[in-house]
């Protein structure tokens, strides 16, 4: 038995997305699908062999539409799963933190990681963590949309930081093309939060980042209410 794991890349958002799956089985999960990128996703999990159990959201994103609904559309037995806190009527699951998902002989754990939008949840599975948009590598999510606070990110990111050293940190993205860190790394390096920076200072930081709005905020963000299945064309 081993763990199939595949990390992959859409261009235009800067998005990962991430497919697993137990050998043995063929039970599989994959973690923040985007809709550009549905055809590529649907013709690996048929070339593996998969059986697609669950179709994961670390969130509510603004910058890009999930492949979520069209995913369950192909992969009928497959559930979608969001956070608790999400205000979403489409989801099969809204998992709670603690609570686990099981695939094959494998698990993952939730991990409640509020901040970048409240509603944000980090999956746990053996030496990996995949972070969504809290922990970024040497970086973090911005919190001035979406419920987000600076405050709770801290906290995420602090429990984030209580897993072991050589835990494995995979984003929902990265924009310099770096596609792995580990928690050792980001608690040393993060530009952010890293070297023991305190709660204050962080919140500074944070909230002086000067960022443009996401340009398919107003598109994403209600099409991926609906997980996907109710794509809007206009302004994309």
Not at 15 to 42: H, P
Not at 53 to 72: G, M, N, R
Not at 93 to 122: R, V, W
Not at 197 to 210: D, K, L, Y
Request: some cysteine.
């Amino acid at each position: 038995m081993s763990l199939i794991f595949r990390p992959l890349f859409e261009k235009e958002s800067s998005t990962y997305t991430y497919l697993l799956a137990d050998s043995k089985t063929k039970e599989a999960v994959i973690i923040d699908a985007v809709s550009e990128t549905k055809q590529r996703d649907i013709g690996l999990i048929e070339e593996l062999g998969l059986k697609l159990k669950y179709i994961v959201e670390t969130h509510v994103h603004a910058d890009h539409i999930t492949s979520s609904c069209p995913l369950k559309q192909k992969f009928t037995e497959a559930k979608i799963v969001l956070g608790e806190a999400n205000s979403v009527a489409c989801a099969d699951i809204l998992i709670k933190d603690g609570e686990s998902l099981k695939f094959g002989e494998y698990q993952i754990n939730a991990l409640s990681t509020p901040g970048h939008t409240d509603g944000c949840m980090s999956y746990v599975i053996g030496d990996k963590v995949f972070t969504g948009d809290a922990l970024l590598i040497r970086s973090c999510g911005r919190c001035d949309f979406q419920g987000g606070s600076a405050e709770k990110l801290f906290d995420s990111i602090s429990r984030l930081f209580t897993l072991p050293d050589e835990t494995y940190v995979y984003p929902a993205h990265d924009y310099g093309g770096r596609t792995v860190s580990t928690i050792w790394e980001e608690k040393a390096f993060n530009e952010m939060i890293g070297g023991g920076v305190e709660r204050a200072e962080f919140v500074r930081r944070v909230n002086a980042m000067e960022l443009s709005l996401p340009a398919k905020i107003h598109v994403a963000v209600p099409a991926n209410q609906v997980c996907g299945s109710k794509i809007v064309t206009e302004d994309l």
